[in-house]
C-alpha cells in the first residue's frame, strides 16, 4: 500500500483527542480512555514522550502536575516509576505506548520534543510502530520530527502541527520559530502527507494557500458537533473530544 493509499485508510476513521476519556471518571491518555475508543470502533490521537530508560510513556505535558498532581517531567521517569503516580485521581496510571499498541486501533502518534531528543525519540517510537498492525500516522509540532521521518521512512504517513502562534503568548517557541511553524515554513523541506493546525486559527492565509494546491487538513481540537461537521465538509480529519459525533 503506498502513502496516497494509507491515507484515506486514515481519513475512514474518527479520532478522539487523548483518547474518548470522560473526566474525572476516566482520565485523558489513559487505558480505559483507549479501551473506550475502541469499543466504538474509532481511533485516537495521542502523545507520547521518551522516557530515562528508553521506554516511551503517554502523556500530553512533559510536567506531569496538571494530571498526577506531582511536579516531575516524565522524560526523569523509568517504566517502574509509573506506578507511583495516578491519573487525576483515579486508580488509572500513565500508560507505555507498547501498551496502547495491543489495542490495535487506529492512531495518530503526536511526538512530543524534549531538549532536542527529536532523533532519539524517533528512533524509539519507530521501533514501536513499525510492525504495527493497524493504520497510523505520526505528527509533531516539531519539523525535525517530520523530517527525520521522510529521510528514514518516507513510507510512515507523517504531519506537520501548527496554530496561529500570535495568539499563544505562553508557548515556550522563539519569535521567529512562531512565524516559521503558523506559515508553513518547513513543508518545503519535509513534505507532510497533512497539515494539523488548530481549528479555530484555520483561516490563516498560509494553511489555506497548502489545502488549495490539494494539502491535507486535520482539525485540532473540535468539542462541537456543528464544527465536526463542518471540517469534515471541508475534507478536513476532525480529532473531537468531550462529545460523542455520532449522536
Not at 54 to 71: E, F, P, Q
Not at 117 to 139: G, H, I, Q, T
Not at 183 to 190: Q, R
Request: hydrophobic share 35%; with cysteine.
Amino acid at each position: 500500500m503506498d502513502r496516497k493509499e494509507k491515507l484515506e485508510v486514515l481519513k475512514s476513521y474518527k479520532y478522539n483527542h487523548r483518547g474518548y476519556h470522560d473526566k474525572p471518571a476516566i482520565p485523558e491518555n489513559s487505558m480505559a480512555a483507549f479501551r473506550r475508543t475502541k469499543e466504538r470502533g474509532w481511533g485516537s490521537e495521542m502523545d507520547i514522550h521518551l522516557m530515562k530508560d528508553g521506554n516511551l510513556g503517554i502523556a500530553h505535558d512533559s510536567n506531569l502536575k496538571r494530571v498526577t498532581g506531582a511536579d516531575v517531567r516524565i522524560e526523569d521517569l523509568t517504566k517502574e516509576d509509573l506506578d507511583k503516580y495516578r491519573l487525576e485521581g483515579t486508580d488509572e496510571r500513565i500508560p507505555l505506548f507498547e501498551e496502547l499498541l495491543e489495542l490495535k486501533i487506529p492512531l495518530i502518534v503526536e511526538l512530543k520534543v524534549e531538549n532536542g531528543n527529536y532523533k532519539e525519540l524517533s528512533e524509539a517510537a519507530w521501533e514501536r510502530l513499525k510492525d504495527y498492525d493497524a493504520p497510523y500516522c505520526v505528527e509533531s509540532f516539531d519539523p525535525r520530527v517530520v523530517y527525520w521521518f521522510k529521510k528514514h521512512h518516507p513510507e510512515v504517513i507523517r504531519g506537520q502541527l501548527s496554530q496561529d502562534y500570535s495568539k499563544e503568548a505562553q508557548v515556550h517557541v522563539s519569535g521567529l520559530m512562531k512565524t516559521a511553524l503558523r506559515d508553513l515554513w518547513f513543508n518545503s523541506l519535509n513534505r507532510p502527507d497533512f497539515v494539523a493546525y488548530r481549528f479555530c486559527d484555520r483561516h490563516n492565509k498560509h494553511l489555506q494557500r497548502y489545502l488549495r494546491r490539494g494539502g491535507q487538513e486535520v482539525s485540532w481540537t473540535i468539542r462541537t458537533k456543528e464544527d465536526f461537521d463542518t471540517a469534515v465538509k471541508e475534507g478536513s480529519i476532525p480529532i473531537f473530544e468531550l462529545f460523542d459525533p455520532e449522536k
